[in-house]
C-alpha cells in the first residue's frame, strides 16, 4: 500500500479540518505506588467531588509493542503478534503489578491476537492464568480504512503533520474507508473472527473516528463490564491504544478537544479508581518509572512526524 498510487487515491480522499489546541502539564499527589499522571492536563467533567472514597479499580492496558508499531505502520484491524520487545513489555506490566498486589477477578480483551496474547503474559507473571478472560470485537483498535499499513512517517511527509495528527488522535474525523482495492481488505474482512461478532459482517466498519470507537464500545461497556464492576469485581482490561483512549474519554468526561492530546504508550497499565457510580475519583494515573512513561509517551507522539534526514 506504500505507493504512489495508494497516497494519490488519499489526496483525492482527504478534507480540511481544524487543528486541535494543546493543553499545559498537572501534576497529583498522595498515590500510594508508583505513577505517572498523564504528562499533559485535560479538564474532567466527570471527575466526582474532591473527599469521595475510591470503591473500584479499573486498570486499562494497551497491549505490548508489535511489528508494525516498530515500522511505524497503521495495524489497525490486521492481526499481529507481539514482538520480542513487546512480549517483554508484557510481562514485566505483570510483575510491576505483582508487585503492587494486584488480583483480578476478569479479563477482557478484544479478539486481535496482540491484545489477548499482552493479556495472557501479564496474567502468567501474575499467576493468575486461571482468571476468566471474555472477549470482544468491541474492543477492537479503531478501523484506520485505507491508512491501514501505510506508514505515518510517510504520510506525514506527504500530507503534514497537522493532518495525521488529526486522523490520528482527532475525536470526530474518521479518515478515508477501505475498499476491495485495498491490499488488507479481504484478509480483515474475510476473516473468520468476525463471523461470530453481535452484528452483521456486512455493517462492520470500513472506517472510524474515535467518536465511532466509542459508539461501538459503550454498549458492551454498559451491559458487560460495568456491571462486573459493580459486583466488586476487580478488572483488567488489555485493549488498544484508541478502545482504550475512547473509554477514557468517556469515563473521565475528557472533552472533544483535549482527548487530540492524549497518547498512551503500549505495554503502561493505566489505574482508573472509582466511586460507586464508576466516576474517576482522580485523574488517570499511568503505573511505572515516571522517566521510561513520559519517553514512551513522546515515542507515541513523534509517529505522526515526519523522520529527520540526516546529512553525511
Not at 471527575?47 to 486498570?59: E, I, N
Not at 506490566?93 to 505483582?98: A, I, Q, R, V
Not at 468526561?253 to 482508573?272: A, E, K, M, Q, Y
Not at 503505573?287 to 509517529?303: H, M, P
Request: aromatic content about 6%; overall charge neutral.
Amino acid at each position: 500500500m506504500d505507493t504512489a498510487v495508494g497516497r494519490r487515491r488519499l489526496r483525492e480522499d482527504i478534507e480540511g479540518t481544524q487543528g486541535q489546541d494543546m493543553y499545559q502539564p498537572e501534576c497529583s499527589s498522595r498515590l500510594p505506588f508508583s505513577v505517572v499522571v498523564s504528562s499533559k492536563s485535560h479538564s474532567l467533567s466527570k471527575v466526582s467531588p474532591v473527599g469521595s472514597m475510591s470503591k473500584y479499580k479499573l486498570v486499562m492496558l494497551r497491549h505490548g509493542e508489535g511489528a508494525w508499531n516498530i515500522e511505524n505502520r497503521f495495524c489497525s484491524w490486521v492481526d499481529q503478534k507481539l514482538s520480542i520487545d513487546g512480549i517483554k513489555e508484557a510481562e514485566m506490566c505483570g510483575k510491576h503489578l505483582k508487585s503492587l498486589g494486584f488480583e483480578f477477578d476478569l479479563v477482557f480483551t478484544s479478539i486481535l491476537s496482540r491484545s489477548i496474547q499482552t493479556a495472557w503474559l501479564v496474567m502468567q507473571e501474575l499467576g493468575q492464568e486461571w482468571v476468566p478472560v471474555q472477549s470482544s470485537w468491541r474492543l477492537n483498535e479503531r478501523h484506520y480504512g485505507a491508512l491501514i499499513g501505510l506508514n505515518r512517517a510517510e504520510l506525514a511527509l506527504n500530507h503534514g503533520e497537522d493532518q495525521v495528527k488529526i486522523w490520528r488522535r482527532s475525536y470526530d474525523v474518521a479518515p478515508p474507508p477501505i475498499d476491495e482495492t485495498h491490499p488488507y481488505y479481504q484478509i480483515i474482512h474475510t476473516d473468520r473472527r468476525y463471523s461470530s461478532c453481535d452484528i452483521q459482517k456486512d455493517t462492520l466498519p470500513k472506517s472510524e473516528s474515535l467518536k465511532q470507537v466509542l459508539e461501538r464500545l459503550l454498549p458492551y461497556w454498559n451491559d458487560v463490564i460495568a456491571p462486573e464492576i459493580k459486583k466488586g469485581k476487580t478488572v483488567l482490561i488489555s485493549a488498544h491504544g484508541n478502545s482504550t483512549r475512547a473509554l477514557l474519554k468517556h469515563l473521565e468526561g475528557i472533552s472533544d478537544t483535549d482527548i487530540v492530546n492524549i497518547s498512551l504508550p503500549t505495554g503502561v497499565p493505566v489505574l482508573l479508581e472509582l466511586d460507586e457510580n464508576l466516576h474517576p475519583v482522580k485523574p488517570h494515573v499511568f503505573l511505572g518509572d515516571q522517566e521510561a512513561i513520559q519517553a514512551a509517551i513522546k515515542k507515541v507522539e513523534d509517529q505522526g512526524k515526519v523522520k529527520p534526514t540526516t546529512e553525511n
